[in-house]
C-alpha cells in the first residue's frame, strides 16, 4: 500500500512538471505573439530596448533546465533583433566586489547598479546596454520585466499564462476601474446598431442609444426605421443579457408618412399604422462588430438578418 502510494506520488509529480513546461513552451508562443502587438502600436520599440543585458532566465522545473534559456535568447532575438543581445551569467550569482578599499560579497537579486557596472566591465568597446531584461518561468508560465538601466523607467513587464487569463483579467479589471471613473464624472456612452432584416418579413432600422444603470446593462435611445414602418422614427430601449451577451428589447415607431396623410386628411394613401412595434432580440458573432438579429414587428412582419453594431459609415473598410 506504501509502494502504491509512493508510485502515485511520483506519476503525479512527473505529470505536474510536464504540465508545467507545456504551460511555459505555450506561455512563450504568447508572449512572443504580445511583444510583436506592441512593437507594432508603438509602446515597445527595438530601438528603445536594444542594446539590451538579459540578466535572469531562470527556470522553475528541472525538465525547463536544459532548454529555457536557449527559448528565451530566441524569443528576444526575433523580437528586437540578434544585435545587442548580451547574456549575463554572473547577475544572479554571489558576487564580490572591491570599492574603495572595501571588500562586498553580495547574493540574491541583483541592482540596476549592479548590472550597469558589470554591463560595463564585461562590454568591452561595445555600446552601453540601454535596458535589462528578467524573463523568468513561474509556475503558470512566464513573468517578462523591460527595464531603462538609466531611468529605472519600466518599458515593459507581464505576466503571460498560455490562455492569457491573467492578462484578460488584469484588462477586465482596468476597463472596471476605467468604467467607475466614468460614472463618477457622468460621461454617457454611446451605442449605435444598423439592424438589416430581409427574410422572410423586412425590417431595416438604425438605432443610437446610451448605456445606463448600475451595470450599464440598460440602452435607450431613438431609433430610426427604413422599412417597417417606412420613414419611422421613434424610441428604442434594450437589456443586456450578460450570462449568454445578447441585446433584448424593443422599438416603439411612428410612421412619418402616415402622420402626414393624416394631418391632410388623405387616409386613402397611408401605408402603414400610425404606431408600430418591433420586438428585437440581437445575438453578437463573437467580440466582433456584427451579430444576428431577429424582430417582430406588429405590423406581422418576423425577420432575421444581420446587425452591424458601432460601426464606421464604411464598415467594409479599414
Not at 87 to 98: D, G, S, Y
Not at 265 to 270: L, M
Request: aromatic content about 6%.
Amino acid at each position: 500500500m506504501f509502494l502504491a502510494a509512493v508510485i502515485a506520488c511520483l506519476l503525479l509529480a512527473a505529470g505536474t512538471a510536464h504540465a508545467g513546461t507545456d504551460n511555459t513552451r505555450y506561455s512563450l508562443d504568447r508572449l512572443e505573439e504580445l511583444l510583436e502587438l506592441r512593437i507594432e502600436d508603438g509602446r515597445l520599440s527595438p530601438q528603445d530596448v536594444m542594446p539590451a543585458i538579459l540578466v535572469s532566465a531562470e527556470p522553475c522545473f528541472e525538465a525547463s533546465q536544459d532548454w529555457y534559456a536557449t527559448r528565451v535568447i530566441e524569443l528576444l532575438e526575433r523580437s528586437f533583433g540578434d544585435e545587442g543581445l548580451r547574456l549575463c551569467e554572473a547577475c544572479m550569482a554571489p558576487r564580490a566586489f572591491v570599492d574603495q578599499g572595501t571588500m562586498t560579497f553580495q547574493t540574491g537579486p541583483v541592482s540596476l547598479d549592479e548590472v550597469a557596472r558589470l554591463d560595463e566591465q564585461n562590454r568591452g568597446e561595445a555600446q552601453a546596454a540601454r535596458t535589462a531584461i528578467w524573463l523568468d518561468e513561474h509556475r503558470g508560465g512566464v513573468a517578462i520585466r523591460i527595464v531603462d538601466l538609466g531611468t529605472a523607467r519600466v518599458l515593459y513587464a507581464q505576466n503571460v499564462d498560455p490562455n492569457l487569463v491573467e492578462n484578460d483579467n488584469t484588462q477586465r479589471m482596468y476597463t472596471l476601474s476605467e468604467e467607475l471613473e466614468r460614472q463618477a464624472r457622468g460621461d454617457s456612452i454611446t451605442q449605435s446598431f444598423v439592424d438589416i432584416a430581409l427574410y422572410p418579413g423586412q425590417h431595416i432600422s438604425i438605432d443610437w442609444t446610451e448605456q445606463w444603470g448600475k451595470t450599464n446593462a440598460n440602452l435607450s435611445g431613438v431609433t430610426l426605421s427604413v422599412i417597417d414602418p417606412v420613414a419611422g422614427i421613434g424610441a428604442a430601449h434594450y437589456r443586456c443579457i450578460d450570462i449568454v451577451k445578447i441585446l433584448v428589447g424593443g422599438k416603439l415607431l411612428m410612421s412619418l408618412p402616415t402622420a402626414v396623410a393624416r394631418s391632410v386628411g388623405d387616409v386613402s394613401s397611408v401605408i402603414d399604422p400610425m404606431v408600430t412595434a418591433v420586438a428585437v432580440v440581437r445575438v453578437p458573432f463573437g467580440r466582433s462588430n456584427y451579430g444576428a438579429v431577429l424582430s417582430a414587428s406588429t405590423n406581422g412582419q418576423v425577420a432575421f438578418g444581420i446587425s452591424l453594431m458601432n460601426i464606421s459609415p464604411l464598415p467594409v473598410l479599414p
